[in-house]
């Protein structure tokens, strides 16, 4: 199995400018996680959809983002309008329930707001 | 609510040295335990896993863990340290039917020549 694919790897953009980040979980799991990474903040969860659901958006930082995932094997992040604070590793992760709980992470994606 | 609270944000040893990073959970319902570790510019990747059963777990590249309820903790050892085994380890904690999962702060591993 190819593991979870994120695009792009690395994404500069200017203040106020869209950013739309990708994510591919590996085919039959049925939940998928977008975290973020900072120095300061370390790891944090933004979002996860089990069977393409949204459960949980509290770690969402605010109505700037915003998740989808149209079906099972794609999702999206969008920051709209981005801003200089939202530069951090994004990391997209998959599992498959029933028990299990591993989470397999993609190799995130490094954005870099200026 | 669940938490991790890993010890020391670096940890430093000996190549050949015993490897031992520190990770103390709370939960009020049993509690899934993890340890993943996260190379340079890479996602993380599991380590090891406890659920039930046996509370000694062993994981690839030779590192284990041993749950300790007791003690409420889940400490990651190695035997001898590898130069390889340079990166940033996380300690995790969900429990059964909540896939949320959550993460401790990271441990990063320098191991010296």
């Known amino acids: 199995d190819a593991g979870v694919i994120q695009s792009p790897r690395h994404e500069v953009t200017e203040m106020g400018q869209e950013v739309t980040l990708r994510c591919k979980p590996i085919s039959g799991h049925n939940s998928l996680f977008w975290y973020r990474q900072t120095m300061m903040r370390g790891l944090e969860l933004l979002i996860y959809f089990n069977n393409n659901v949204p459960i949980d958006d509290s770690g969402m930082p605010e109505d700037r983002f915003s998740a989808k995932m149209p079906n099972a094997s794609f999702s999206t992040l969008k920051i709209q309008p981005s801003e200089p604070r939202d530069s951090a590793v994004y990391f997209c992760?998959?599992?498959f329930g029933a028990g299990n709980y591993e989470q397999y992470f993609g190799p995130g994606t490094r954005l870099t707001v200026t | 609510a669940q938490s991790v609270t890993q010890l020391g944000s670096h940890v430093s040893v000996s190549e050949g040295a015993l490897v031992l990073l520190r990770c103390n959970y709370s939960s009020s319902v049993p509690p899934y335990l993890f340890w993943y570790v996260q190379y340079p510019n890479q996602g993380l990747q599991l380590l090891l896993k406890?659920?039930?059963?046996?509370?000694l777990v062993k994981g690839i590249n030779g590192f284990e863990a041993e749950f300790k309820k007791s003690e409420t903790s889940f400490h990651l050892t190695k035997p001898s340290a590898h130069m390889s085994d340079a990166a940033e380890y996380f300690c995790?904690?969900?429990?059964?039917?909540?896939?949320?999962?959550?993460f401790g702060t990271g441990t990063k591993l320098q191991v010296i020549p």
């Open positions: 995790a904690v969900t429990s059964r039917g909540y896939q949320k999962v959550t």
């Open positions: 406890y659920t039930t059963g046996a509370t």
């Open positions: 992760a998959s599992s």
